[in-house]
Protein backbone atom coordinates (compact mmCIF):
# COMPACT_ATOMS: atom_id res chain seq x y z
CA UNK A 1 0.00 0.00 0.00
CA UNK A 2 2.65 2.01 0.87
CA UNK A 3 4.34 1.66 -2.64
CA UNK A 4 1.60 1.82 -4.33
CA UNK A 5 1.04 5.76 -2.50
CA UNK A 6 4.82 6.41 -3.12
CA UNK A 7 4.68 5.90 -6.95
CA UNK A 8 1.57 7.43 -7.08
CA UNK A 9 2.55 10.67 -5.71
CA UNK A 10 5.49 10.23 -7.37
CA UNK A 11 3.90 10.22 -10.80
CA UNK A 12 1.46 13.18 -9.67
CA UNK A 13 5.16 14.67 -9.27
CA UNK A 14 6.09 14.08 -12.60
CA UNK A 15 2.92 14.99 -13.75
CA UNK A 16 2.77 17.74 -12.61
CA UNK A 17 6.69 18.93 -12.89
CA UNK A 18 6.80 17.75 -16.51
CA UNK A 19 3.07 18.22 -18.36
CA UNK A 20 1.46 21.02 -16.59
CA UNK A 21 4.47 23.89 -16.86
CA UNK A 22 3.90 23.82 -20.29
CA UNK A 23 0.81 24.92 -22.33
CA UNK A 24 1.85 22.72 -25.49
CA UNK A 25 2.04 19.35 -23.22
CA UNK A 26 -1.63 20.16 -21.38
CA UNK A 27 -3.03 20.55 -25.28
CA UNK A 28 -1.36 17.41 -26.53
CA UNK A 29 -3.19 15.77 -22.95
CA UNK A 30 -6.37 17.06 -23.85
CA UNK A 31 -6.56 15.92 -27.55
CA UNK A 32 -5.43 12.32 -26.32
CA UNK A 33 -8.24 12.74 -23.80
CA UNK A 34 -10.81 13.94 -25.96
CA UNK A 35 -10.43 12.22 -28.78
CA UNK A 36 -11.14 8.93 -26.67
CA UNK A 37 -13.49 10.05 -24.33
CA UNK A 38 -15.60 11.80 -26.89
CA UNK A 39 -18.15 8.50 -27.65
CA UNK A 40 -19.29 9.03 -23.93
CA UNK A 41 -20.50 12.15 -25.15
CA UNK A 42 -22.22 11.85 -28.47
CA UNK A 43 -22.14 8.94 -30.88
CA UNK A 44 -23.07 11.09 -34.06
CA UNK A 45 -22.40 8.99 -37.02
CA UNK A 46 -21.21 11.54 -39.02
CA UNK A 47 -19.30 13.12 -36.49
CA UNK A 48 -17.50 9.86 -35.90
CA UNK A 49 -17.15 9.49 -39.96
CA UNK A 50 -15.33 12.66 -39.59
CA UNK A 51 -12.96 11.80 -37.04
CA UNK A 52 -12.16 8.63 -38.55
CA UNK A 53 -11.16 9.80 -42.01
CA UNK A 54 -9.13 12.67 -40.06
CA UNK A 55 -7.19 10.59 -37.85
CA UNK A 56 -6.74 8.30 -41.12
CA UNK A 57 -5.51 11.29 -43.01
CA UNK A 58 -3.64 12.61 -39.73
CA UNK A 59 -1.60 9.33 -40.25
CA UNK A 60 -0.76 9.93 -43.88
CA UNK A 61 0.34 13.50 -43.22
CA UNK A 62 2.10 12.58 -40.25
CA UNK A 63 4.52 9.95 -42.29
CA UNK A 64 4.97 13.17 -44.90
CA UNK A 65 6.54 15.01 -42.40
CA UNK A 66 8.78 12.16 -41.34
CA UNK A 67 10.30 11.97 -44.61
CA UNK A 68 10.03 15.42 -46.77
CA UNK A 69 9.86 17.15 -43.11
CA UNK A 70 12.63 15.73 -41.35
CA UNK A 71 15.02 14.20 -43.90
CA UNK A 72 14.12 17.38 -46.60
CA UNK A 73 13.65 14.85 -49.36
CA UNK A 74 10.91 16.35 -50.84
CA UNK A 75 8.17 14.19 -51.78
CA UNK A 76 5.68 15.15 -54.16
CA UNK A 77 4.07 11.73 -54.66
CA UNK A 78 3.03 10.42 -51.28
CA UNK A 79 -0.09 9.60 -52.70
CA UNK A 80 1.89 6.37 -54.24
CA UNK A 81 2.36 4.91 -50.64
CA UNK A 82 -1.66 5.66 -49.90
CA UNK A 83 -2.52 4.00 -53.08
CA UNK A 84 -0.22 1.18 -53.34
CA UNK A 85 -1.61 -0.06 -49.60
CA UNK A 86 -5.19 0.55 -50.34
CA UNK A 87 -5.37 -1.24 -54.15
CA UNK A 88 -2.75 -4.29 -52.39
CA UNK A 89 -5.05 -4.16 -49.11
CA UNK A 90 -7.90 -4.42 -51.83
CA UNK A 91 -7.12 -6.97 -54.05
CA UNK A 92 -5.95 -9.38 -50.82
CA UNK A 93 -9.06 -8.91 -49.58
CA UNK A 94 -11.33 -9.94 -51.86
CA UNK A 95 -9.25 -12.38 -54.53
CA UNK A 96 -7.97 -13.92 -50.89
CA UNK A 97 -10.53 -13.23 -48.53
CA UNK A 98 -8.03 -11.83 -45.71
CA UNK A 99 -9.46 -9.88 -42.82
CA UNK A 100 -8.70 -6.07 -42.31
CA UNK A 101 -6.14 -7.39 -39.66
CA UNK A 102 -4.43 -9.23 -42.63
CA UNK A 103 -4.80 -7.11 -45.70
CA UNK A 104 -4.20 -3.64 -44.11
CA UNK A 105 -0.16 -4.83 -42.30
CA UNK A 106 0.59 -6.71 -45.94
CA UNK A 107 -0.76 -3.23 -47.90
CA UNK A 108 1.67 -1.23 -45.67
CA UNK A 109 4.68 -3.64 -46.42
CA UNK A 110 3.61 -3.44 -50.11
CA UNK A 111 4.00 0.69 -49.56
CA UNK A 112 7.30 -0.39 -48.01
CA UNK A 113 8.51 -2.22 -51.14
CA UNK A 114 7.36 1.00 -52.99
CA UNK A 115 8.90 3.55 -50.65
CA UNK A 116 12.52 0.95 -51.74
CA UNK A 117 11.58 1.24 -55.61
CA UNK A 118 11.40 5.05 -55.56
CA UNK A 119 14.23 5.45 -53.19
CA UNK A 120 17.06 3.74 -54.89
CA UNK A 121 16.52 5.92 -57.76
CA UNK A 122 15.81 8.86 -56.12
CA UNK A 123 18.71 8.47 -53.65
CA UNK A 124 20.84 10.70 -56.64
CA UNK A 125 18.64 13.42 -56.59
CA UNK A 126 17.73 16.69 -54.83
CA UNK A 127 15.62 19.17 -54.24
CA UNK A 128 13.18 20.18 -56.79
CA UNK A 129 14.58 17.26 -59.18
CA UNK A 130 13.65 14.81 -56.22
CA UNK A 131 10.15 16.91 -55.67
CA UNK A 132 9.23 16.59 -59.78
CA UNK A 133 10.59 13.03 -60.25
CA UNK A 134 8.76 11.65 -57.25
CA UNK A 135 5.34 13.00 -58.81
CA UNK A 136 5.63 10.96 -61.51
CA UNK A 137 5.43 7.85 -59.88
CA UNK A 138 2.14 7.21 -58.53
CA UNK A 139 0.99 8.86 -62.16
CA UNK A 140 2.79 6.51 -64.11
CA UNK A 141 0.72 3.65 -61.35
CA UNK A 142 -2.54 5.47 -62.44
CA UNK A 143 -1.33 4.86 -65.96
CA UNK A 144 -0.96 1.53 -65.51
CA UNK A 145 -4.26 0.84 -63.30
CA UNK A 146 -6.52 2.64 -66.31
CA UNK A 147 -4.43 0.06 -68.97
CA UNK A 148 -5.43 -3.18 -67.06
CA UNK A 149 -9.00 -2.25 -65.53
CA UNK A 150 -9.73 -5.86 -65.20
CA UNK A 151 -7.14 -6.45 -62.11
CA UNK A 152 -7.96 -3.08 -60.98
CA UNK A 153 -11.18 -2.21 -61.77
CA UNK A 154 -10.35 0.45 -64.30
CA UNK A 155 -11.84 4.15 -63.40
CA UNK A 156 -14.44 2.59 -61.15
CA UNK A 157 -11.51 0.73 -58.53
CA UNK A 158 -12.60 -2.12 -55.98
CA UNK A 159 -15.13 -2.02 -54.38
CA UNK A 160 -17.24 -3.86 -51.90
CA UNK A 161 -14.36 -4.74 -49.04
CA UNK A 162 -15.37 -5.95 -45.92
CA UNK A 163 -15.92 -3.49 -43.10
CA UNK A 164 -12.97 -2.56 -40.93
CA UNK A 165 -15.29 -3.91 -38.01
CA UNK A 166 -19.32 -4.24 -37.33
CA UNK A 167 -20.16 -1.30 -35.47
CA UNK A 168 -19.01 3.07 -36.39
CA UNK A 169 -18.05 2.70 -32.94
CA UNK A 170 -15.34 0.11 -32.88
CA UNK A 171 -13.91 1.90 -36.48
CA UNK A 172 -13.46 4.73 -34.48
CA UNK A 173 -11.83 3.17 -31.93
CA UNK A 174 -9.40 1.57 -33.80
CA UNK A 175 -8.77 4.65 -36.08
CA UNK A 176 -8.08 6.87 -33.27
CA UNK A 177 -6.07 4.51 -31.26
CA UNK A 178 -3.70 3.75 -34.13
CA UNK A 179 -3.12 7.36 -35.06
CA UNK A 180 -2.45 7.90 -31.56
CA UNK A 181 -0.19 4.74 -31.00
CA UNK A 182 1.62 5.53 -34.97
CA UNK A 183 1.84 9.49 -33.69
CA UNK A 184 3.72 8.33 -30.64
CA UNK A 185 5.78 6.24 -32.56
CA UNK A 186 6.79 8.45 -35.24
CA UNK A 187 7.51 11.27 -32.32
CA UNK A 188 9.77 9.02 -31.08
CA UNK A 189 11.90 7.49 -34.05
CA UNK A 190 12.01 11.71 -34.56
CA UNK A 191 13.24 12.41 -31.09
CA UNK A 192 16.12 9.56 -31.27
CA UNK A 193 19.34 8.96 -32.71
CA UNK A 194 18.20 7.59 -36.12
CA UNK A 195 15.83 11.40 -35.58
CA UNK A 196 18.65 12.86 -34.99
CA UNK A 197 20.70 11.71 -38.14
CA UNK A 198 17.40 12.09 -40.08
CA UNK A 199 17.85 16.23 -38.92
CA UNK A 200 21.53 16.45 -39.63
CA UNK A 201 20.70 14.85 -43.62
CA UNK A 202 18.51 17.96 -43.90
CA UNK A 203 20.98 20.52 -42.66
CA UNK A 204 23.96 19.59 -44.10
CA UNK A 205 24.14 16.00 -45.85
CA UNK A 206 28.58 16.60 -46.66
CA UNK A 207 29.11 17.20 -43.08
CA UNK A 208 26.73 13.94 -41.85
CA UNK A 209 28.74 11.74 -44.70
CA UNK A 210 32.17 13.33 -43.13
CA UNK A 211 31.26 12.62 -39.76
CA UNK A 212 31.39 8.30 -41.02
CA UNK A 213 27.33 8.06 -41.45
CA UNK A 214 26.10 5.92 -44.06
CA UNK A 215 23.77 8.87 -45.61
CA UNK A 216 22.00 6.61 -47.99
CA UNK A 217 20.99 3.78 -45.82
CA UNK A 218 19.54 6.46 -43.50
CA UNK A 219 17.86 7.76 -46.44
CA UNK A 220 16.61 4.73 -47.94
CA UNK A 221 15.24 3.90 -44.13
CA UNK A 222 13.21 7.51 -44.32
CA UNK A 223 11.33 6.39 -47.50
CA UNK A 224 10.52 2.62 -45.73
CA UNK A 225 9.18 4.52 -42.81
CA UNK A 226 7.36 6.92 -44.34
CA UNK A 227 5.85 4.24 -46.87
CA UNK A 228 5.03 2.21 -44.06
CA UNK A 229 2.99 4.35 -42.25
CA UNK A 230 1.09 5.82 -45.06
CA UNK A 231 0.63 2.28 -46.25
CA UNK A 232 -1.14 1.74 -42.71
CA UNK A 233 -3.43 4.99 -43.81
CA UNK A 234 -3.98 3.76 -47.10
CA UNK A 235 -4.85 0.41 -46.12
CA UNK A 236 -7.33 1.93 -43.34
CA UNK A 237 -9.06 4.50 -45.71
CA UNK A 238 -9.91 1.55 -48.21
CA UNK A 239 -11.39 -0.80 -45.54
CA UNK A 240 -12.90 1.96 -43.93
CA UNK A 241 -14.59 3.43 -47.63
CA UNK A 242 -14.93 0.01 -48.59
CA UNK A 243 -13.19 1.22 -52.12
CA UNK A 244 -9.86 1.80 -53.30
CA UNK A 245 -9.94 3.69 -56.56
CA UNK A 246 -7.61 5.74 -58.54
CA UNK A 247 -8.85 8.43 -56.52
CA UNK A 248 -6.51 7.28 -54.04
CA UNK A 249 -3.71 8.04 -56.24
CA UNK A 250 -4.73 11.53 -58.00
CA UNK A 251 -1.85 14.59 -58.00
CA UNK A 252 -4.82 16.29 -55.87
CA UNK A 253 -3.94 13.88 -52.94
CA UNK A 254 -0.28 14.46 -53.40
CA UNK A 255 -0.57 18.06 -52.83
CA UNK A 256 -3.26 17.73 -50.34
CA UNK A 257 -0.85 16.11 -47.69
CA UNK A 258 1.94 18.76 -48.59
CA UNK A 259 -0.54 21.68 -47.69
CA UNK A 260 -1.82 19.89 -44.50
CA UNK A 261 2.18 19.44 -43.34
CA UNK A 262 3.24 22.83 -44.26
CA UNK A 263 0.20 24.87 -43.08
CA UNK A 264 0.75 22.50 -40.18
CA UNK A 265 4.76 23.20 -39.95
CA UNK A 266 6.94 20.60 -40.73
CA UNK A 267 9.49 19.29 -38.67
CA UNK A 268 7.07 18.78 -36.04
CA UNK A 269 5.07 15.77 -36.19
CA UNK A 270 2.11 17.21 -34.63
CA UNK A 271 2.00 20.00 -36.91
CA UNK A 272 0.38 18.42 -39.85
CA UNK A 273 -1.71 16.24 -37.41
CA UNK A 274 -3.08 19.00 -35.69
CA UNK A 275 -3.54 20.67 -39.10
CA UNK A 276 -5.43 17.79 -40.98
CA UNK A 277 -7.50 18.07 -37.50
CA UNK A 278 -8.46 21.53 -38.09
CA UNK A 279 -8.47 21.78 -42.48
CA UNK A 280 -10.14 18.66 -42.24
CA UNK A 281 -13.08 18.95 -40.33
CA UNK A 282 -13.48 23.08 -41.76
CA UNK A 283 -13.32 21.20 -44.89
CA UNK A 284 -16.65 19.22 -44.36
CA UNK A 285 -18.42 21.88 -42.27
CA UNK A 286 -18.33 23.91 -45.60
CA UNK A 287 -20.47 21.91 -46.94
CA UNK A 288 -23.34 24.80 -46.75
CA UNK A 289 -21.86 26.07 -49.64
CA UNK A 290 -20.43 22.78 -51.51
CA UNK A 291 -19.34 25.27 -54.82
CA UNK A 292 -17.69 27.45 -52.93
CA UNK A 293 -15.43 25.01 -50.29
CA UNK A 294 -12.73 24.30 -52.24
CA UNK A 295 -12.10 28.10 -53.03
CA UNK A 296 -12.48 28.69 -49.49
CA UNK A 297 -10.50 25.99 -48.66
CA UNK A 298 -7.19 27.48 -50.74
CA UNK A 299 -7.80 30.92 -49.67
CA UNK A 300 -7.64 30.44 -46.06
CA UNK A 301 -4.44 28.95 -46.72
CA UNK A 302 -3.57 31.60 -48.34
CA UNK A 303 -4.34 33.79 -46.36
CA UNK A 304 -2.58 32.07 -43.25
CA UNK A 305 0.48 31.56 -44.52
CA UNK A 306 0.98 35.25 -45.13
CA UNK A 307 0.94 35.58 -41.32
CA UNK A 308 2.78 32.57 -40.52
CA UNK A 309 5.44 31.11 -43.67
CA UNK A 310 6.23 28.30 -41.05
CA UNK A 311 3.40 27.04 -40.35
CA UNK A 312 0.73 27.11 -38.18
CA UNK A 313 1.63 25.20 -34.83
CA UNK A 314 5.18 26.64 -34.31
CA UNK A 315 3.51 30.17 -34.88
CA UNK A 316 1.59 29.63 -31.53
CA UNK A 317 4.04 27.66 -29.88
CA UNK A 318 6.68 30.58 -30.16
CA UNK A 319 4.11 32.89 -28.65
CA UNK A 320 3.06 30.81 -25.48
CA UNK A 321 5.95 29.77 -25.03
CA UNK A 322 9.76 30.89 -24.59
CA UNK A 323 12.90 29.22 -24.65
CA UNK A 324 15.43 29.92 -21.80
CA UNK A 325 18.48 30.85 -23.49
CA UNK A 326 20.80 29.56 -21.03
CA UNK A 327 19.57 25.60 -20.93
CA UNK A 328 17.73 25.31 -23.72
CA UNK A 329 14.23 24.25 -22.32
CA UNK A 330 10.98 25.34 -23.03
CA UNK A 331 9.43 27.56 -20.59
CA UNK A 332 5.63 29.51 -20.46
CA UNK A 333 5.16 33.14 -21.80
CA UNK A 334 4.11 34.25 -18.57
CA UNK A 335 7.92 32.71 -16.66
CA UNK A 336 10.27 35.86 -16.21
CA UNK A 337 12.69 32.70 -15.12
CA UNK A 338 13.44 29.62 -16.35
CA UNK A 339 12.02 27.07 -14.21
CA UNK A 340 15.09 24.74 -14.17
CA UNK A 341 18.71 27.39 -14.40
CA UNK A 342 16.70 30.50 -13.23
CA UNK A 343 17.79 32.90 -15.97
CA UNK A 344 16.42 35.66 -16.78
CA UNK A 345 14.34 35.04 -19.69
CA UNK A 346 13.15 37.77 -22.41
CA UNK B 1 -0.20 7.51 -89.52
CA UNK B 2 3.38 8.00 -89.21
CA UNK B 3 2.87 11.79 -90.47
CA UNK B 4 -0.44 12.22 -88.45
CA UNK B 5 2.53 11.21 -84.92
CA UNK B 6 4.66 13.65 -86.07
CA UNK B 7 2.06 16.44 -86.38
CA UNK B 8 0.40 15.51 -82.92
CA UNK B 9 4.19 15.29 -81.64
CA UNK B 10 5.31 18.46 -82.88
CA UNK B 11 2.27 20.30 -81.78
CA UNK B 12 2.29 19.57 -78.03
CA UNK B 13 5.78 19.43 -78.03
CA UNK B 14 6.15 23.15 -78.83
CA UNK B 15 3.17 23.59 -76.64
CA UNK B 16 4.91 22.05 -73.64
CA UNK B 17 8.48 23.77 -74.89
CA UNK B 18 6.45 26.85 -74.57
CA UNK B 19 5.01 25.85 -70.61
CA UNK B 20 8.58 24.45 -69.81
CA UNK B 21 10.81 27.48 -70.73
CA UNK B 22 8.42 29.84 -68.23
CA UNK B 23 8.48 27.39 -66.26
CA UNK B 24 12.09 27.68 -66.22
CA UNK B 25 13.20 30.68 -66.42
CA UNK B 26 10.92 31.60 -62.75
CA UNK B 27 12.14 29.04 -61.19
CA UNK B 28 15.74 29.82 -62.51
CA UNK B 29 15.87 33.53 -61.12
CA UNK B 30 13.93 33.27 -58.46
CA UNK B 31 13.82 29.44 -57.01
CA UNK B 32 10.11 29.90 -57.33
CA UNK B 33 8.59 26.30 -58.05
CA UNK B 34 4.93 27.38 -59.64
CA UNK B 35 2.82 24.62 -59.62
CA UNK B 36 -0.01 27.37 -60.26
CA UNK B 37 1.73 28.00 -64.12
CA UNK B 38 -0.47 26.37 -66.20
CA UNK B 39 -3.46 27.70 -64.07
CA UNK B 40 -2.53 30.62 -65.83
CA UNK B 41 -2.64 28.67 -69.14
CA UNK B 42 -6.02 27.34 -68.66
CA UNK B 43 -7.30 30.72 -67.66
CA UNK B 44 -5.77 32.02 -71.04
CA UNK B 45 -7.80 29.38 -72.51
CA UNK B 46 -11.14 30.60 -70.74
CA UNK B 47 -10.61 34.15 -71.94
CA UNK B 48 -10.28 32.96 -75.49
CA UNK B 49 -13.52 30.97 -74.74
CA UNK B 50 -15.23 33.71 -73.56
CA UNK B 51 -14.23 36.72 -75.85
CA UNK B 52 -15.09 34.51 -78.58
CA UNK B 53 -18.31 32.39 -78.12
CA UNK B 54 -19.73 34.97 -75.15
CA UNK B 55 -18.71 38.18 -76.54
CA UNK B 56 -18.40 37.60 -80.54
CA UNK B 57 -14.93 39.67 -80.89
CA UNK B 58 -12.59 39.23 -83.09
CA UNK B 59 -10.57 36.19 -81.95
CA UNK B 60 -6.80 37.64 -82.71
CA UNK B 61 -7.77 41.00 -80.70
CA UNK B 62 -9.05 38.26 -77.83
CA UNK B 63 -5.65 36.72 -77.98
CA UNK B 64 -3.48 39.40 -77.24
CA UNK B 65 -6.42 41.09 -74.64
CA UNK B 66 -6.19 37.53 -72.71
CA UNK B 67 -2.77 37.43 -72.94
CA UNK B 68 -2.09 40.82 -71.09
CA UNK B 69 -4.92 40.24 -68.28
CA UNK B 70 -3.19 37.04 -67.68
CA UNK B 71 -0.32 38.35 -67.03
CA UNK B 72 -1.42 40.56 -64.90
CA UNK B 73 -3.42 38.97 -63.19
CA UNK B 74 -0.24 36.86 -62.83
CA UNK B 75 1.55 39.63 -61.02
CA UNK B 76 -0.88 40.55 -59.04
CA UNK B 77 -1.22 37.41 -58.07
CA UNK B 78 2.87 36.83 -57.25
CA UNK B 79 3.25 40.52 -55.66
CA UNK B 80 -0.27 39.63 -53.12
CA UNK B 81 0.85 36.54 -52.34
CA UNK B 82 4.17 34.94 -53.38
CA UNK B 83 6.54 37.74 -53.13
CA UNK B 84 5.86 38.65 -49.34
CA UNK B 85 7.16 35.22 -48.41
CA UNK B 86 9.25 34.04 -50.88
CA UNK B 87 12.28 32.75 -48.56
CA UNK B 88 10.33 30.29 -47.39
CA UNK B 89 10.34 27.61 -49.86
CA UNK B 90 8.09 25.43 -48.17
CA UNK B 91 5.18 28.21 -48.28
CA UNK B 92 5.60 29.31 -51.71
CA UNK B 93 5.34 25.94 -52.85
CA UNK B 94 1.71 25.71 -51.07
CA UNK B 95 0.98 28.91 -51.99
CA UNK B 96 1.45 28.14 -55.66
CA UNK B 97 -0.65 24.58 -55.09
CA UNK B 98 -3.53 27.06 -53.34
CA UNK B 99 -3.23 29.54 -55.93
CA UNK B 100 -3.80 26.99 -58.80
CA UNK B 101 -6.79 25.39 -56.79
CA UNK B 102 -8.36 28.96 -56.00
CA UNK B 103 -8.05 29.41 -59.99
CA UNK B 104 -9.59 26.17 -61.07
CA UNK B 105 -12.31 26.56 -58.57
CA UNK B 106 -13.41 30.24 -59.57
CA UNK B 107 -13.65 29.10 -63.44
CA UNK B 108 -15.70 25.69 -62.47
CA UNK B 109 -17.90 28.93 -60.66
CA UNK B 110 -18.25 30.70 -64.20
CA UNK B 111 -18.09 28.47 -66.70
CA UNK B 112 -19.53 25.13 -64.68
CA UNK B 113 -17.16 22.05 -65.15
CA UNK B 114 -18.42 21.40 -69.04
CA UNK B 115 -16.53 21.02 -71.57
CA UNK B 116 -15.97 23.63 -73.98
CA UNK B 117 -14.71 24.41 -77.63
CA UNK B 118 -12.93 27.16 -79.14
CA UNK B 119 -13.69 27.59 -82.88
CA UNK B 120 -10.85 28.17 -84.79
CA UNK B 121 -8.52 31.26 -86.10
CA UNK B 122 -8.27 30.16 -89.30
CA UNK B 123 -11.02 27.43 -90.89
CA UNK B 124 -9.89 24.79 -93.58
CA UNK B 125 -7.22 22.47 -94.14
CA UNK B 126 -4.68 21.13 -96.67
CA UNK B 127 -3.36 17.98 -97.44
CA UNK B 128 -0.05 17.21 -97.04
CA UNK B 129 0.98 13.81 -98.10
CA UNK B 130 -1.98 12.56 -97.80
CA UNK B 131 -2.94 13.51 -94.32
CA UNK B 132 -5.90 16.27 -92.86
CA UNK B 133 -3.63 19.37 -92.00
CA UNK B 134 -5.46 21.65 -90.41
CA UNK B 135 -4.80 25.47 -91.06
CA UNK B 136 -5.27 26.26 -87.67
CA UNK B 137 -2.33 23.15 -86.50
CA UNK B 138 0.00 24.88 -88.51
CA UNK B 139 -0.66 28.09 -87.16
CA UNK B 140 -0.09 26.99 -83.46
CA UNK B 141 3.38 25.35 -84.49
CA UNK B 142 4.08 28.53 -86.30
CA UNK B 143 3.41 31.21 -83.41
CA UNK B 144 4.79 28.80 -80.90
CA UNK B 145 8.51 28.81 -82.37
CA UNK B 146 8.14 32.57 -83.73
CA UNK B 147 7.06 33.32 -79.94
CA UNK B 148 10.21 30.72 -78.45
CA UNK B 149 12.01 32.75 -81.44
CA UNK B 150 11.28 35.60 -79.40
CA UNK B 151 12.43 34.57 -76.11
CA UNK B 152 15.63 33.42 -76.95
CA UNK B 153 16.26 36.81 -78.07
CA UNK B 154 14.93 38.30 -75.35
CA UNK B 155 17.39 36.56 -73.06
CA UNK B 156 20.39 36.32 -75.55
CA UNK B 157 20.67 40.02 -77.14
CA UNK B 158 18.93 42.54 -74.51
CA UNK B 159 20.02 44.33 -71.42
CA UNK B 160 17.30 43.06 -69.68
CA UNK B 161 17.40 39.27 -70.86
CA UNK B 162 21.58 39.62 -69.17
CA UNK B 163 20.20 40.76 -65.98
CA UNK B 164 17.45 37.59 -65.88
CA UNK B 165 20.07 35.46 -66.98
CA UNK B 166 22.97 36.72 -64.47
CA UNK B 167 20.45 36.71 -61.35
CA UNK B 168 19.27 33.23 -62.64
CA UNK B 169 23.62 32.14 -62.22
CA UNK B 170 23.73 34.11 -59.01
CA UNK B 171 21.32 36.01 -57.28
CA UNK B 172 23.59 37.59 -54.81
CA UNK B 173 26.52 38.68 -56.94
CA UNK B 174 24.07 40.09 -59.47
CA UNK B 175 22.37 42.09 -56.41
CA UNK B 176 25.90 43.52 -55.46
CA UNK B 177 26.60 44.20 -59.27
CA UNK B 178 23.71 46.72 -59.01
CA UNK B 179 21.04 44.47 -60.32
CA UNK B 180 17.35 45.11 -58.25
CA UNK B 181 16.71 41.46 -57.52
CA UNK B 182 13.52 42.03 -56.53
CA UNK B 183 12.18 43.60 -59.72
CA UNK B 184 13.89 41.29 -61.93
CA UNK B 185 12.43 38.60 -60.39
CA UNK B 186 8.67 40.33 -60.90
CA UNK B 187 9.74 41.09 -64.33
CA UNK B 188 10.69 37.51 -65.03
CA UNK B 189 7.73 36.40 -63.14
CA UNK B 190 5.86 38.30 -65.92
CA UNK B 191 7.48 36.83 -68.85
CA UNK B 192 7.03 33.68 -67.26
CA UNK B 193 2.98 33.82 -67.00
CA UNK B 194 2.74 35.87 -70.24
CA UNK B 195 4.32 32.30 -71.88
CA UNK B 196 2.10 30.38 -70.12
CA UNK B 197 -0.99 32.42 -71.00
CA UNK B 198 0.17 32.43 -74.89
CA UNK B 199 0.81 28.58 -74.64
CA UNK B 200 -2.78 28.54 -73.21
CA UNK B 201 -4.18 31.12 -76.25
CA UNK B 202 -2.77 29.18 -79.10
CA UNK B 203 -3.93 25.84 -78.06
CA UNK B 204 -6.89 26.62 -76.82
CA UNK B 205 -8.81 26.29 -80.70
CA UNK B 206 -7.39 22.84 -80.41
CA UNK B 207 -8.25 21.05 -77.23
CA UNK B 208 -10.99 21.19 -75.04
CA UNK B 209 -11.42 23.93 -72.61
CA UNK B 210 -12.83 22.83 -68.96
CA UNK B 211 -11.18 23.67 -65.26
CA UNK B 212 -9.43 20.88 -64.78
CA UNK B 213 -6.79 20.78 -68.14
CA UNK B 214 -4.08 22.64 -65.90
CA UNK B 215 -3.76 19.26 -64.76
CA UNK B 216 -1.76 16.69 -67.30
CA UNK B 217 -0.33 20.08 -69.12
CA UNK B 218 1.45 20.76 -65.80
CA UNK B 219 2.85 17.09 -65.19
CA UNK B 220 3.93 16.61 -68.93
CA UNK B 221 5.81 20.37 -67.75
CA UNK B 222 7.40 19.28 -64.96
CA UNK B 223 8.81 15.89 -66.44
CA UNK B 224 10.20 18.20 -69.79
CA UNK B 225 12.13 20.47 -67.10
CA UNK B 226 13.46 17.93 -65.28
CA UNK B 227 14.41 15.87 -68.06
CA UNK B 228 15.83 18.72 -69.73
CA UNK B 229 17.84 19.89 -67.29
CA UNK B 230 16.31 22.49 -64.63
CA UNK B 231 17.20 26.00 -65.71
CA UNK B 232 18.55 25.25 -68.98
CA UNK B 233 16.39 26.87 -71.95
CA UNK B 234 17.78 24.61 -74.46
CA UNK B 235 16.66 21.48 -72.10
CA UNK B 236 13.42 22.31 -71.79
CA UNK B 237 13.04 22.77 -75.66
CA UNK B 238 14.71 19.14 -76.46
CA UNK B 239 12.87 17.88 -73.78
CA UNK B 240 9.45 19.17 -74.95
CA UNK B 241 10.04 17.30 -78.18
CA UNK B 242 11.28 14.08 -77.02
CA UNK B 243 8.03 13.86 -74.83
CA UNK B 244 5.67 15.44 -76.93
CA UNK B 245 6.83 12.19 -79.60
CA UNK B 246 6.88 9.79 -76.81
CA UNK B 247 3.15 10.63 -75.67
CA UNK B 248 2.18 10.99 -79.62
CA UNK B 249 4.02 7.40 -80.19
CA UNK B 250 2.33 5.80 -77.28
CA UNK B 251 -1.08 7.19 -78.00
CA UNK B 252 -1.02 6.21 -81.57
CA UNK B 253 0.47 3.09 -81.73
CA UNK B 254 -0.62 1.24 -78.35
CA UNK B 255 -4.04 0.09 -77.43
CA UNK B 256 -5.53 1.74 -73.98
CA UNK B 257 -2.27 4.51 -75.22
CA UNK B 258 -4.33 7.15 -74.26
CA UNK B 259 -4.63 6.08 -70.50
CA UNK B 260 -0.50 5.02 -70.73
CA UNK B 261 0.76 8.22 -72.38
CA UNK B 262 1.69 10.29 -69.37
CA UNK B 263 2.87 6.74 -67.77
CA UNK B 264 5.47 6.50 -70.67
CA UNK B 265 6.19 9.98 -70.75
CA UNK B 266 7.45 9.92 -67.23
CA UNK B 267 9.28 6.58 -67.19
CA UNK B 268 11.39 7.99 -69.91
CA UNK B 269 11.81 11.16 -67.87
CA UNK B 270 12.95 8.69 -64.70
CA UNK B 271 15.02 6.52 -67.47
CA UNK B 272 17.40 9.58 -68.10
CA UNK B 273 17.26 11.10 -64.73
CA UNK B 274 18.98 7.63 -63.44
CA UNK B 275 21.57 7.69 -66.44
CA UNK B 276 22.47 11.59 -65.93
CA UNK B 277 20.72 12.47 -62.65
CA UNK B 278 20.98 16.58 -63.75
CA UNK B 279 18.92 15.87 -67.27
CA UNK B 280 20.21 16.00 -70.84
CA UNK B 281 21.64 19.27 -70.92
CA UNK B 282 21.82 20.99 -66.93
CA UNK B 283 24.48 21.88 -65.11
CA UNK B 284 25.42 20.29 -62.07
CA UNK B 285 25.86 23.08 -59.65
CA UNK B 286 28.30 23.45 -56.79
CA UNK B 287 25.54 22.15 -54.07
CA UNK B 288 24.94 25.41 -51.60
CA UNK B 289 25.83 25.19 -47.92
Known amino acids: MGILGFYLRKLYTVFRGEVLVLPSRVVVLLFFLVLLLLPVVTQDPYLLRILILTSIFAIFAASWDLLSGFTGQMNFGHALFFGVAAYTAALLNLNAHLPPWGSIPLGALAAV ?83 LIFHAIREDELAVRTAGINTTRYKLLAFCLSGFFAGISGGLYAHFMRIAGPANLEITMSFTVVIWAIFGGVVTIYG ?7 LNPLLEFLHFWPKLRMLMFALVILLILL ?30 TCRVCTAQLD | MILDIIISSLINGSVYALLAIGFSLIFGVARIVNIAHTAFYMLAAYG ?34 IDPIREHEGAVLIATIALAMAMQEIMLLLFSGDFLGVPSLIEGYRMIFGVKVAYQQLLTFGVALLVMGVVLALLLKTRLGLAIRST ?27 LAAFSGAVIAPLT ?36 GFAEALVVFLIPMGAYLKGSVALSIMILVLLIRPEGLFGIAFEEER
Not at chain 2, 216 to 233: D, E, F, K, T, W
Open chain 1, 113 to 195: LAGLVIGIPCLRLKGTYLALTTLAFPIILMGIVFAIPNITGGELGISGLDRLSGSRLTDYYIAIVLMLGLATIMWKITQSNTG
Open chain 2, 208 to 243: IVNPFMWMHPLIMMMAVVVLGGLGSIKGSFFGAYIL
Open chain 1, 272 to 278: PIGAVFI
Open chain 2, 168 to 194: AQDREVANLMGMNESRVAMITMGVSVG
Open chain 1, 307 to 336: YMPNGLFPWVRDKIETECPRCKIRNVATRK
Open chain 2, 48 to 81: IFYGTSKLGLNPVFCMLVGVILVTLIGLISYRLF
